[in-house]
């Protein structure tokens, strides 16, 4: 009798150990949280779109790192380019707006959180591929691909 509960503890702590080990390596990086200083921002609306994308890029400076935020959101317009029927019924699907110069935020290594006027954070996720700013320091930030 002893023997069979030592076996299925034993069970038990190899199925714990297999179901951690995925988990652990796919943990998520710790998010660093700072206030950062709005430098620039630009967007690419989806015009005359029935279920196409608009695309909303913001750049910040985070400390002494500079980092671009991509925000993809789906669009249904086809009278006024500005407008996006979507967000009647689905109010999280607005661009984000800076609340002022300096925000607070939160990144990783993939994304970043920025809050939006209600409490809910809105992930941007980390883009340094297209060159679409006005801004010295956000247009070096940009990582060029050669073609």
Known sequence: M???????????GLLLAAFAVPVSFGAAADRQQVQAQVLDRNEYLCSNCF???????????AGNKVLIGEQRIPTLNWVDNTKNN?????????????PGQSVPLSY?????????????????????SRDVFTNAQCRSAVKKTSK
Not at 2 to 12: A, D, H, P, Q, T
Not at 113 to 128: E, F, N, T
């Open 108 to 128: 990783d290594d993939k994304d970043i959180w920025v809050a939006r006027a209600g409490g809910k954070d809105v992930k941007l996720r980390q883009d340094y």
């Open 86 to 98: 979507f967000t009647k019924v689905h109010k999280s699907w607005a661009p984000w707006a800076a």
């Open 2 to 12: 002893v023997s069979m509960k030592s076996g299925s503890i034993r069970l038990f």
């Open 51 to 61: 279920f196409g994308v608009s695309d909303y890029y913001f750049c910040f400076m």
